[in-house]
């Protein structure tokens, strides 16, 4: 287990490189990475109602419902319909993504009411709940907006990453030789 953790500090910066490379194309191209999305839940819901089908046809006859072979059958028309119709996929994502923004704005708002009674730094809730839901608005009226939102948050998750898995490449090659001049010194004491 030692010698496994103690190689290959390269591979996790690597991988660090990687991300940080993949992170730079999805901040470049918000509308192909929300295309890319989209077509990810039109085939994974095709894949549920395919799944649910084959689980159907599988089971025993005291275990078949009519209801799941119908959801199932719903399940792919929808899969079908949300990978023939990109476009609406892209925007329903981009309106539920607004939605959700909207939401959360509306609840920090309220919370930085509340919270600015008692202490001066509500305002700061206040603020940060207005600017949220003008950015819903944006979103949910805007699907270029809406990529690029969905894009920066996605973006940034994988940057920050790819800059942790570099830093832990880095911390395990300096772990890896004071393992080895450790190792090197406690031979050297015995020999």
């Not at 993949?22 to 509308?31: G, R, S």
């Not at 939102?149 to 800059?163: C, R």
């Not at 830093?167 to 393992?179: D, P, Q, T």
Request: proline share 1%; aromatic share 8%.
């Amino acid at each position: 287990m030692l010698q496994q953790l103690l190689r290959k500090w390269w591979v996790i910066l690597l991988q660090g490189a990687l991300l940080i490379i993949l992170a730079i194309y999805i901040f470049n191209n918000p509308v192909e990475v929300l295309a890319g999305i989209s077509l990810w839940f039109g085939l994974l819901v095709l894949a549920a109602g395919i799944l649910g089908v084959i689980a159907w046809l599988a089971a025993d006859k005291t275990e078949k419902e009519n209801m799941s072979i119908l959801w199932s059958i719903v399940t792919i028309c929808f899969g079908l319909l949300m990978l023939t119709h990109l476009l609406t996929t892209m925007k329903t994502i981009t309106v539920i993504f607004g939605l959700w923004m909207l939401v959360t704005g509306v609840l920090l708002t309220q919370s930085g009411m509340s919270v600015k009674k008692e202490n001066s730094l509500g305002w700061v809730l206040v603020i940060t709940g207005v600017f949220s839901i003008l950015a819903a608005i944006m979103i949910i009226f805007n699907i270029g907006t809406g990529a690029v939102g969905i894009s920066t948050l996605l973006g940034l998750q994988v940057l920050l990453t790819g800059i942790g898995l570099v830093i832990l490449a880095f911390a395990k090659k300096a772990l890896v030789s004071n393992v080895k001049s450790k190792i090197a010194s406690f031979k050297s004491d015995f020999s």
